[in-house]
């Protein structure tokens, strides 16, 4: 009853490196094991290599064994030894001849060819586990990015796999989701299934997982009890990536073996969750750079999304839009980019209001970042891209080189301008998009989502870009559920909830009100007065370097 | 998947994914026929079953939907092209005849729950395209505008000539929307039926499918090189 | 739900197979003309009367095309026409039944569209046995088309934003295509391979036996007329080769 991995290496069509270098492993059943590691460390390609889809799908090369009960692993469908395998992109598994979410789960099941009166059992019961019951008639293309998950997860769980490999499964949860497949996962394990777990959310591994695989180029460089290597610099050290908590855990001065937990590192330093204090002073100054004034909105005659929505942003003020899915956060946005209109009441956009015109009159002194921004890449070049909103804006093209070759530099991007941008891997074009919006300069920033699915190192790329383009006097406006950002990029808060807004403050406030989780990490960030992001990452990396 | 793995046993120790260049093979006894026309034997005797590769099963249903999606993208932005046969072509150029047979007879069933099945006809245009698309991808035909132009014009006047027999013998002249009514224009302008219909449709499908052709050979060769390694003939298309 | 949307997916697609059929096998213009306005009575009797409304749309520009090209300006001879002027003879007779001949196609097609539900279908074919691949490739492609149709639409919205036009000159308009195609073909090819990968996770390249979820219930009435429509087929050939 084990999944081996020996000496295995495998490489993706048409590169000459290996994703996966010579891995031994072996996954025993009744664990939690978790793997980790930087972008482009090799974790989703080994979780790929065990289900047997690499190279069987993916095509490419592989050397080296897998074996599942001493059977080659590439023998047979996935799902039909017992294999449940989720992607990280869960929007694409889902298998597109169902109109319903029950149907959808019912799917692996149905083609298992078990008898209907097991897979109806099989079908509620997984439903009531990742509580989506509610959801059951519900067209699954039409859910949210969280409900997609969980209806992914329990389509997995209805057709009962004894081998669990899932790949960023938290990604798009709440905090009380997140919870709740945590436990279902531990609940698997305990009863005697191998499940393995790709992610480096630190904060909701650290309390399930059994072990610890940390990955660098190809293979697992760390093998061990996750309280063990998390406690200390040992990810640091073995340059297998830059975890927060593992940062901030040498910061506050813990030697490994010791486990990182918020409540411990919190009365390390002494201090209170709720007294942790947060000073940002925002410095408005001067014409509002967006304005809305009464706006009330719905679409055609149903109820209303918006009523009664006033407030206004600063030039030089980056503002949070905060709410639960449904309270009109998108909507909002929509209406400042002259995507929609006004019912009632006026939107006013860089002076302009928005009644009688369109987002071209906008573009592109407003830079609008859409959610998946990657699927609106059509440029040859990652340079070429990014020269379509200098052109807009009329530039010279000495202007518009220099303009691009910066935003580029700024966001890492530097020595992939010549690259074809879906040759990057999906962060990397995530920031592709944000770069063609930003080299023109934009004086307001509409930002859904700026941050998900980007890595540790991507996300502090964009705090730094939307920091620098505030304290130069432009104005952000941004939709977000990552409450890092959040904390680090924003100033001020607003809470939208049925369709009002109910609280406007500073992002702290707003922060607390909600439900957003709190990573530890940032906790004590705040509480040492730590700078944000990529500088405190740098700042700890030259303690080592000198300790 | 047996089967297909008896053709090409792995070498000891390394396992390999076949090529999925075609992705469409037909099974029958101990023969297997693949879609570039090669005909091997097998080693097991099969039931004759046609077998589609899960990615083509995967990449179908999307070229079907670009060709009417792209279809609505021209008519939104009031194009005199259609370019609704752009799936069909991209298809045929990267993965090949038999695909791009596929994604043309999908594409025009599925057309038909829309406008209904009299113009099931005009599939035999989908295959022609198909056919010269692929053809003009095993010979470099993307590799110049020049040459891409040239394939274009080659396979429009092609799909025109084969349109106007169609829309002569089944409709005579009368089939709907603007090629029907530049076909009544000329005719009124007094040129006989049979003239009017030849000029009317295969001047329309000679701009539409030369365009097609010369905006997917725009693609083909700026692609990103991970898909030019998943799909090599691309790769020969554009003659790397 | 209406009579056609409630029967077996196989029983409305077999009578609209054999409308379509039999418009093609019958060769006297009365006869067809009779076909066509018994499928619009069986249409809206059942139910699909949505689908005779959306054969009109189709048909009547090709009626008018044929009154142009056939009537008006048909060959010779030609008669005196009711409103005056002259018609061709021949061309009365060609537009008369190649009219109703595609309007018969056209509806009865289209009404048979009004009730196809995919899901149904598909679960139909599952439950019959029916070669798993094809039925999965045509619900798969519906799904695809919804789903590329609301990404074409967010990728206009995106381009707009970031500065594309589209509208103003031929030039303007042709210059934003690149835009607002090669986003969806590129992620159409990049993402076969994710896609494909979910096809053997949820276990669609299995290739055993399946379960039937809630297949559609067939009646002994529904198979009694497909049998009855299979037969009227056959009947039609046979008086059509023997004629």
Known sequence: ?547 | MKERRSIAAPASGSVKALSDDSGIEYWHGRILVTSQGYILPTSTPVNHYLRISPRLLALVPAAVAINLVVGTITRELSLPVYLDTIGTVLVAAVSGFGPGVLVGAVSQLLLGLLTGYQYLPFVVIQWLLALLVALAASYHGFRSVFRTVLWGLACGACCGALSAVISYTLFGGSTGGGVGWLTAALRSAGLPLGVAVAIGSSSTDLLDKTIVIVVTGMLLRTLPRRILGRFPRAARAVGQ | MTLARRAHPFTTGAVALTAVTLALLLADTQDVIVLYLVTVLVAVATGAGAGVRRGLYVVVPIWALLFILQVLLGLDPRTAAPWGGTMSVPGVQFALSQGSRLAVIATASLAFATTFDPQRFLQASIARGWPFGAAFLLVATLDAADRLASQARQLREAQRTRGVMVSGSLATRARALPALIFPLLLTSLTEADDRALALDTRGLLLTGRRTAIDPPADSPTGRALRWLMLVLVIAAAVWRVRR
């Open chain 1, 1 to 547: 009853m084990t999944l081996i991995a020996s000496d295995l290496w495998f490489r993706y069509p048409v590169q000459q490196d290996w994703a996966l270098r010579g891995v031994d492993l072996s996954i025993t059943p009744g664990e939690v094991t978790w793997f980790t590691g930087a972008l482009g460390s090799g974790t989703s390609t080994m979780l790929l290599a065990l289900a047997g889809l690499a190279p069987r799908l993916t095509g490419g090369e592989r050397r080296g064994a897998v074996t599942l009960d001493g059977r080659d692993i590439s023998d047979g469908s996935v799902l039909g030894r017992g294999i449940g395998y989720l992607g990280a992109s869960p929007m694409l598994q889902l298998s597109g001849i169902t109109n319903s979410v029950r149907d959808e789960v019912a799917v692996g099941p149905m083609n298992l060819g078990w008898p209907a009166a097991r897979i109806a059992e099989a079908v509620v019961d997984a439903m009531a586990r990742l509580d989506i019951s509610h959801l059951a008639a519900r067209a699954p293309g039409k859910l949210s990015g969280g409900e997609t998950q969980r209806l992914l997860l329990a389509a997995l769980l209805a057709s009962a796999p004894s081998t669990w490999l899932l790949d960023e499964p938290f990604a798009a949860l709440d905090r009380g989701s997140a919870a709740r497949v945590g436990a279902m996962l531990r609940q698997l394990a305990d009863a005697g299934h191998r499940v393995v777990v790709a992610c480096d959310d630190a904060d909701q591994m650290l309390g399930l997982a059994d072990r610890i695989l940390v990955f660098n180029s190809g293979s697992p460089v760390l093998d061990d009890l996750p309280d063990r290597i998390l406690a200390g610099d040992q990810i640091l050290v073995a340059r297998a990536g830059t975890s927060d908590a593992a940062t901030l855990a040498f910061m506050a001065g813990f030697a490994a073996p010791r486990p990182v937990r918020r409540e411990d590192l919190l009365r390390q330093v002494e201090l209170d969750p709720a007294a942790t204090p947060h000073e940002t002073e925002s410095s408005s100054s001067g014409a509002p750079a967006l304005d809305f004034a009464n706006v009330g909105f719905s679409y055609r005659s149903e109820e209303p999304v918006l009523s009664d929505l006033t407030f206004s942003i600063a030039k030089g003020e980056a503002v949070g839009l905060f709410g639960a899915n449904g309270a009109g956060k998108s909507t909002a946005l929509r209406l400042a980019m002259a995507l929609e209109y006004p019912v009632r009441g006026v939107v006013t956009t860089l002076g302009r209001p928005t009644a009688g015109r369109f987002p071209e009159h906008f573009a592109p002194q407003v830079g609008y970042l859409f959610q998946q921004p990657e699927r609106q890449l059509f440029a040859s070049s990652v340079t070429q891209e990014c020269l379509l909103a200098p052109t807009v804006a009329g530039w010279n093209g000495d202007r518009a080189a220099t303009a691009v070759a910066g935003v580029l530099e700024e966001l890492g991007l530097a020595d992939t301008a010549k690259e074809h941008p879906y040759d990057l891997p999906l962060p990397r074009r995530r920031l592709v998009a944000l770069a063609a919006i930003l080299a023109a300069d934009p004086e307001l920033l509409l930002l859904d989502e700026p941050t998900a699915g980007l890595d540790a190192v991507s996300r502090d790329l964009v705090i730094g870009a939307v920091r620098r383009r505030v304290e130069g006097g432009r104005a952000v406006l941004a939709i977000t559920h990552d409450p890092l950002f959040a904390h680090e990029a924003l100033d001020r808060g607003l809470l939208l909830d049925q369709c009002r807004l109910v609280l406007d403050g500073p992002v702290r406030d707003v922060i607390d009100d909600r439900r957003l989780r709190q990573p530890a990490a940032l906790v004590i960030a705040i509480a040492l007065g730590l700078p944000p992001g990529a500088d405190r990452r740098n700042e700890v990396a030259r303690l080592i370097e000198r300790s």
